[in-house]
């Protein structure tokens, strides 16, 4: 069993020795003081411009500022869940259409990702805010499900080409059809491969909501530089940015972790669960044989 392990081990990658082992103790040890120092001196400058006294995180104390940062705190997880949703819609269909067997169809599909997926989303979102005259809400949303759409387009179709060929061809020769196929057997395994990116995109669209604040759309990012352009001391940004960003980092955070925990509740699921096999047993000899 040691010896199957070691073997998978190296499969992809040589165990390291002694010498290698005290190599990379040693460039971890050094970027951790280096990582320690750096913290330690924005430390430093944060207190040496006395970014943590009372006078400036009193403001954060009135209620006005409470539900101003509160406001614009929903806004930005309204337009997340609705790019969120609306992303993953135009994923899948543009990677059906990527998929298909009509070569129009696969045609145009492929057009629509390779330019939504260059196209800057700042620029698509001033285009549809401007040009087309839409409201800061639905034009933030559609700037940010057509960008995000087409690269989730991308991860769906190589996530389906990467469950093995045979897979594929033994459902077919079930006698499924290609719609059975797709749903029943390629998606299914696809998804426990494409999680980690798909998440991965959705952070982006998140991060992405506060571009809402160069089209006057109320979201967390334009409630924070309200703030800070009325506070009376100086380098009001400060404190503001120290108040907004944990807040963006554990969103983040936590759609990672409910990515994590969809991804465990897949493993449990019966229908991806190993099945176990009992030891073989002595059976009935075929005719003919002694």
Same mark, same amino acid.
């Given at each position: ?9 190296? #499969?992809?990658?040589?165990?390291? $020795? ?45 209620? $006005?500022?409470?539900?101003? *940062? ?10 997340? #869940? ?7 819609? *135009? ?36 285009? %549809? ?29 190589? $996530? ?38 798909? %998440? ?20 967390? *990012?334009?409630? $924070?530089?309200?703030? #800070? ?34 991804? &465990? ?8 669960? #190993? ?13 003919? &044989?002694?």
């Amino acid at each position: 069993m040691s010896r199957a392990l070691a073997t998978a081990s190296t #499969a992809l990658y040589d165990i390291p $020795g002694p010498k290698t082992r005290q190599r990379h103790l040693t460039y971890g040890i050094v970027s951790t003081i280096l990582l320690l120092a750096v913290v330690g001196w924005i430390v430093y400058l944060l207190f040496h411009t006395d970014q943590f006294t009372a006078a400036k995180w009193t403001p954060f104390q009135y209620k $006005g500022i409470q539900e101003l *940062l509160l406001h614009g705190l929903a806004n930005t997880l309204k337009a997340f #869940a609705y790019a969120a949703v609306l992303s993953l819609a *135009l994923g899948a269909l543009l990677a059906v259409g990527r998929l298909s067997e009509h070569r129009p169809v696969r045609w145009v599909s492929a057009l629509c990702v390779e330019f939504f997926r260059a196209m800057p989303v700042l620029v698509m979102i001033f285009f %549809i805010f401007v040009a087309l005259k839409v409201q800061p809400l639905p034009a933030l949303v559609a700037g940010l499900t057509l960008y995000n759409g087409s690269v989730l387009a991308e991860v769906f179709r190589t $996530g389906v080409h990467s469950v093995d060929r045979g897979q594929r061809e033994a459902a077919y020769a079930l006698g499924m059809r290609k719609t059975q196929v797709m749903t029943h057997v390629l998606v299914p395994q696809a998804v426990r491969a494409m999680l980690p990116t798909i %998440i991965s995109q959705l952070v982006v669209a998140l991060k992405d909501t506060s571009l809402g604040y160069l089209i006057t759309y109320e979201e967390f *990012l334009h409630a $924070g530089k309200l703030i #800070a352009s009325n506070l009376d001391y100086d380098l009001p940004f400060i404190p503001v940015v120290l108040v907004i960003s944990p807040i963006y980092i554990g969103m983040c955070m936590l759609l990672s972790w409910f990515a994590n925990w969809v991804a &465990r509740r897949q493993r449990r699921n019966p229908k991806t669960e #190993a099945v176990e096999i009992g030891p073989a047993e002595a059976g009935t000899l075929l005719p003919g &044989r002694q």
